[in-house]
């Protein structure tokens, strides 16, 4: 038998299938979608690779054999591996990238080597160091792993001493295998003896200790428990399990736990509500499209508290009735906690969360749960995508529009093309959801390319909340120089009084923006980044966003050692620090800086919910899903902040977030108000969410994208090289443009070519950055095209001191 393997790791020039003999005792344990090791290459490193396809012929002969099988079963379905074949054209990776993306973290093989003494050799005269190397091993008992031996050589030449150890048979290599994660095992006890036997000897007051008494009817009612578990439920040390093992009533075996996220336990069971008018033609038409068994697309386009995730739930119902799997994909991690507790409530044990913020341990034993065909439901962030059902009947994109959707590290994989693969692979439907639509989805649908659904109303005849626009430039002429507009303040004192619950939007965190030295005009900078430092109170530090990089706020300028530097703009801290200061308001504040724990985000949102704290100031992971009864004002600070990114969708994100936003507040049973604070107050997409107005936004958008041929009416292709030499960046940009107009040749009418020119981001993280854009509306075109110069070009990286990553449509341009 042939087993084709791709192996890992792996460049792109190396990335192809290789043939290997599988040994005769492992023909009936291998499979698709197992990890193997394989010898490669001129030396016969031994190397993890996946098995790709099995045949019982090769076209080469003097094959090499596999070394070792690492899987009981196989780590990837044969579906997921067709997708790490296409993700890996498609996105410019190589296999192992794509299949590495799909696997949960910690679950990648480790190579434990190991120094074992065979022979002492006193007949042969040994150099000092080798001497060294048979003493330390021999104090060691006889082995030694590699690395701990290595740091206790403490010499230059460790290598080339071992080596000629090893060819002189003095020791030996061995080496194993294993993962950083495994299942989770503990000791637990379980009865000894048949149950009628314990249960006579109660009876007949046979034992006299009523503790053993307590661990005996614990065991009755459950087969097997946990001894942790017995001495705290029964109350009783680990003496008593002792002494009743020893009379033959017990005996202990280990038992595989597993490690559940937090919030998935003691949720209890609901039943679906009534759907409106609106909700239940959405549902009979979707759920027919699923009866269908064909691949289709629908957008669910909703306003905010339309009931969208209800009709989610239904949804799923039904095709999980029909013996179908459906996936739930979030944009926020902050999302998925409420997401899930909705979903466990409706369907139990059988649904699994998947997001970055589990421990390693919980990421797998929830991978695996999918994997062993236990769970029929997964909801989690962007990487939920790939969980290993294999009876898709449904994937549900929630808030389709965000760019969370988009991987920026490689592969640079969006996770909508990725649902699109895998519901055409499995004949099942694709719902994108969204009170905001992204222009190019909004589009397809409008064209007749996917089904269209709207829901223009809340249930209950609850009312879209009154938006009122603020002019900040007015505010300024008044005298008022606070963050807080009059209007605005005011309506935070009014909710105050009434006891109701406030959420104020700022999409920057920290305190103050920059620092700036009034008298020599010198602003603090990332000396690694060409980006202003911003001031964070509670550690009183210059903090860059981009790299980390942070120093302790000055007293004096460090250019010209004046007093007269200070700290100007508003962040998200400030925001709470005025809050305070203003109104004597309790408040609790959601961004990177306060949600870096593994349950933060679900602590924060809790608290604020269950402690009735007044006001909760955020940036954007506030902005989307949350439903707060009692929230009834919504304050947007700095509202066109977003429209002066240089993005060409500044003015889409701009009405998404302040639609989003504004829609958090009037679920309950008052009315909501939202007070939008700009200096731009006539542009349409701010004017557009005071209306709540999509279809407006959309048709001047979308006729803006046309006349400038921007996405949906082409695709946008983004080159970045960067490296620690800004002339050497510059001169490897200019290369590569050149080999791109090369490449397109007669084709450059499909292709407009923009650059090379420097990133709007100078330098970042010590390197600096040139970029080429490229508007194609072929998006196969683009794809060759990055293939080819990334392939061409990093054939010879090893003599260029320049890195080259491009991407498709990406999320930003920056």
């Known amino acids: 038998m042939i087993a084709s393997v791709f192996v890992s790791p792996s460049t792109r020039e190396f990335d192809r299938e290789y043939s290997y003999i599988v040994p005769e005792e492992a023909e009936s344990l291998i499979k698709r979608g197992m990890r193997v090791i394989v010898p490669f290459g001129k030396f016969n490193r031994a190397v993890e690779g996946y098995v790709y396809r099995l045949s019982q012929e090769s076209p080469v002969e003097d094959l090499k054999s596999i070394s070792r099988i690492l899987d009981e079963e196989p780590v990837l379905t044969p579906e997921l591996l067709e997708l790490a074949f296409w993700m890996k054209e498609r996105y410019v990776c190589t296999f ?25 050799a006193p007949e042969l005269k040994l150099g000092k160091n080798q001497k060294l190397l048979v003493d330390l091993v021999k104090e060691a008992g006889g082995e030694m792993e590699l690395d701990e031996l290595k740091a206790k050589a403490g010499f230059k030449s460790f290598s080339r001493v071992l080596n000629s150890l090893v060819e002189s048979g003095i020791f030996t290599m061995e080496e194993e295998y294993g993962m950083k994660v495994r299942e989770k095992t503990a000791k637990a006890a379980y009865l000894a003896r048949p149950r009628e036997e314990i249960l006579e000897e109660i009876q007949n007051n046979n034992l006299k200790r009523i503790q053993q008494i307590r661990v005996l009817e614990l065991l009755l009612e459950n087969d097997c428990l946990p001894v942790s578990e017995i001495l705290r439920y029964a109350d009783v040390s680990a003496g008593v399990l002792d ?16 490690r559940n996220p937090a919030g998935l336990q003691g949720i209890a069971r609901t039943g ?6 609106e909700q239940q033609k959405a549902i009979d038409y979707l759920a027919g499209k699923m009866d269908e068994g064909i691949f289709s697309e629908a957008l669910l386009h909703g306003v905010t508290g339309s009931g969208k995730t209800e009709v989610y739930l239904q949804l799923i119902q039904k095709c999980l009735q029909s013996g179908k799997q459906a996936i739930v994909l979030v944009p926020e991690i902050s999302l998925t906690p409420q997401m899930v507790e909705r979903f466990r409530s409706r369907f139990g044990e059988s649904v699994a969360v998947q997001h970055s913020r589990l421990s390693l341990g919980e990421r797998y034993d929830q991978w695996r749960l999918i994997r062993q ?22 994937i549900i994109i929630d808030e389709e529009h965000e760019n969370t959707y988009k991987s920026e590290i490689t592969p640079k994989y969006n996770a909508r093309e990725i649902a699109r693969r895998r519901c055409i692979a499995n004949n099942a439907l694709l719902l994108y959801g969204s009170a905001t639509p992204s222009v190019e989805t909004y589009y397809r649908a409008v064209n007749g390319k996917i089904a269209l659904l709207e829901m223009n109303t809340r249930p209950n005849r609850l009312l879209l909340p009154e938006v009122t626009i603020v002019d900040m430039r007015n505010e300024l002429d008044r005298g008022n120089r606070s963050i807080f507009s009059n209007l605005l303040a005011g309506e935070i004192r009014r909710n105050l009084r009434e006891r109701r619950q406030t959420i104020l939007f700022l999409n920057r965190r920290g305190h103050s923006t920059f620092v700036l030295c009034r008298k020599c005009g010198y602003v603090m900078k990332c000396v690694y980044c060409n980006i202003n430092l911003t001031y964070h109170a509670r550690d009183d530090r210059l903090i860059c966003h981009y790299c980390g990089y942070t120093v302790k706020n000055p007293e004096t300028c460090p250019q010209c050692g004046s007093n007269y530097i200070r700290h100007f703009g508003v962040g998200t801290q400030k925001v709470e620090e005025e809050l305070k200061r203003q109104f004597g308001c309790s408040v609790i ?14 602590e924060i949102l809790t608290a604020f919910r ?14 989307k899903g949350h439903d707060f009864p009692n929230v009834t004002l919504v304050g947007v600070l700095a509202a066109d902040s977003l429209l002066n990114t240089g993005e060409y969708n500044s003015s889409e994100r701009t009405f998404q977030l302040i639609t989003q936003v504004a829609g958090r507040c009037g679920r309950g049973d008052m009315p909501g108000r939202v007070i939008v604070q700009a200096y731009n107050t006539e542009d349409f997409s701010i004017q557009a969410a005071k209306n709540h107005d999509y279809h407006a936004f959309y048709r001047q958008e979308i006729s803006l994208r046309k006349a400038l041929v921007y996405p949906p009416f082409t695709n946008i292709g983004l080159v970045k090289l960067r490296g620690t030499n800004d002339r050497t960046v510059s001169d490897a940009s200019r290369e590569i443009a050149v080999r791109l107009r090369d490449f397109f040749g007669e084709n450059s009418a499909q292709a407009e070519l923009y650059g090379p020119a420097r990133s709007p981001f100078i330098r970042l993280r010590g390197n600096y950055i040139w970029r080429i854009i490229i508007k194609c509306a072929s998006k196969k075109m683009l794809v060759e095209a990055f293939a080819h110069i990334s392939d061409e070009w990093n054939t010879i990286k090893g003599r ?15």
Not at 610 to 623: C, S
Not at 800 to 814: E, F, K, Q, T
């Open 96 to 120: 192992a990238d794509a299949a590495k993306t799909m696997l949960p973290p910690g679950i990648g093989i480790k190579s434990m080597k190991t120094v074992v003494l065979k022979n002492a």
């Open 243 to 258: 002494t009743l093992k020893r009379n033959g009533y017990i005996d202990f075996r280990d038992i595989e736990l597993v």
């Open 272 to 277: 679906p509500l009534k759907p409106t008018g």
């Open 373 to 394: 065909g236990k769970i029929d439901v997964v909801v989690g962030a962007r990487s939920a995508v790939f969980a290993p059902l294999e009876r898709i009947g449904l």
């Open 589 to 602: 504040r959601m961004d990177m800086d306060t949600t870096t724990g593994k349950n933060s985000h679900e």
């Open 610 to 623: 269950e402690k009735n704290i007044d006001v909760l100031v955020g940036t954007q992971m506030i902005a």
């Open 800 to 814: 260029r001191a320049v890195d080259l990553s491009v991407d498709i449509n990406p999320a930003g341009m920056l």
